[in-house]
C-alpha cells in the first residue's frame, strides 16, 4: 500500500551548523506534505507544509523541499540549537481526504 | 497544549477490563482524531470524527470504539484491554489543511 518513509532513522548534528532531514512518499496523489516535531514527553507539533504544486517553502529557520519526480521531502533546519533536539515526522494528505498519514520518524540531535 | 487535553494522562489497567480515554478541545474545531503511537510504527490512526455523532474507521480500529455527542468532547474506548494496547494515545485537532493540532498524549499500560 502507499506509505511514507524516511531515509534516516538518527542523525547527530553539531550545534549551528545546519541540518538535513529526508522523507520519501509513494502516494503520487497526496497534495500536501508537512513536517512535525516531537519532543520528547510532549506531542507532535506542526512545523510547515508545501503544496503539491510547490518545490520550495521557507520559515522561520526551517526550509521544505519538495521533488515530485522522485518523490522526495526534506526539512532544512539552519543554524541548529539545543532545542532542535526532537523526533521530526514527515506526513501527507490527499485534497479531500482529511486523514494524514506519518513516516516513522528521525531522532535529531544536536551536539553542544 | 491550550486548546486540547487528554485524561487521563497515564494509566495502568489489567487485561480484559474497559478503558475509556477522554479528549477535549476548547476550539469548536469539527475534525478529531486519535492515533497510537508505537516504537518503529510512528502514528497509526485509530479513528476519527467529522461531526458530531460522525465518526469513521482508521487504519488500525480494530478493539477501539469512538463516541462524540458533543463537538468538545471525542473519547475512546477499549472494550477489554489487551498488552497489544499498551501504547501512548495521541488526540488531534484539524486546525487547517493540513495542520493537526495533537494533545499531550495519554500513557496506557495494560498488564
Known amino acids: 500500500g502507499e506509505s511514507v518513509g524516511l531515509h534516516l532513522p538518527t542523525l547527530s548534528v553539531q550545534e549551528g551548523d545546519n541540518s538535513i532531514i529526508n522523507c520519501a512518499y509513494s502516494?503520487?496523489?497526496?497534495?500536501?506534505f508537512i513536517w512535525y516535531k516531537q519532543e520528547s514527553g510532549k506531542g507532535p507539533q506542526f512545523i510547515i507544509d508545501?503544496?503539491?504544486?510547490?518545490d520550495k517553502r521557507q520559515g522561520q529557520r526551517v526550509t521544505v523541499l519538495l521533488n515530485k519526480t522522485v518523490k522526495h521531502l526534506s526539512l532544512q533546519i539552519a543554524a541548529t540549537q539545543p532545542g532542535d533536539s526532537a523526533v521530526y515526522f514527515c506526513?501527507?494528505?490527499?485534497?479531500?481526504?482529511?486523514?494524514?498519514?506519518f513516516g516513522t520518524g528521525t531522532r535529531l540531535t544536536i551536539i553542544p | 497544549d491550550a486548546g486540547i487535553t487528554q485524561s487521563p494522562r497515564h494509566k495502568v489497567t489489567e487485561t480484559g477490563t474497559p478503558v475509556t480515554l477522554r479528549c477535549h478541545q476548547t476550539?469548536?474545531?469539527?475534525?478529531m482524531y486519535w492515533y497510537r503511537q508505537d516504537p518503529g510504527h510512528g502514528l497509526r490512526l485509530i479513528h476519527y470524527?467529522?461531526?458530531?455523532?460522525?465518526?469513521d474507521k482508521g487504519e488500525v480500529s480494530d478493539g477501539y470504539s469512538v463516541s462524540r455527542s458533543k463537538t468538545e468532547d471525542f473519547l475512546l474506548t477499549l472494550e477489554s484491554a489487551t498488552s497489544s494496547q499498551t501504547s501512548v494515545y495521541f488526540c488531534?485537532?484539524?486546525?487547517?489543511?493540513?495542520?493537526?493540532?495533537f494533545g499531550p498524549g495519554t500513557r496506557l499500560t495494560v498488564t
Open positions: 506526513a501527507e494528505r490527499e485534497d479531500g481526504n482529511e486523514k494524514l498519514t
Open positions: 508545501i503544496r503539491s504544486n510547490m
Open positions: 502516494n503520487s496523489a497526496s497534495d500536501y
Open positions: 470524527s467529522y461531526g458530531v455523532k460522525d465518526t
Open positions: 476550539e469548536n474545531h469539527r475534525y
Open positions: 488531534a485537532i484539524s486546525r487547517g489543511l493540513s495542520e493537526q493540532y
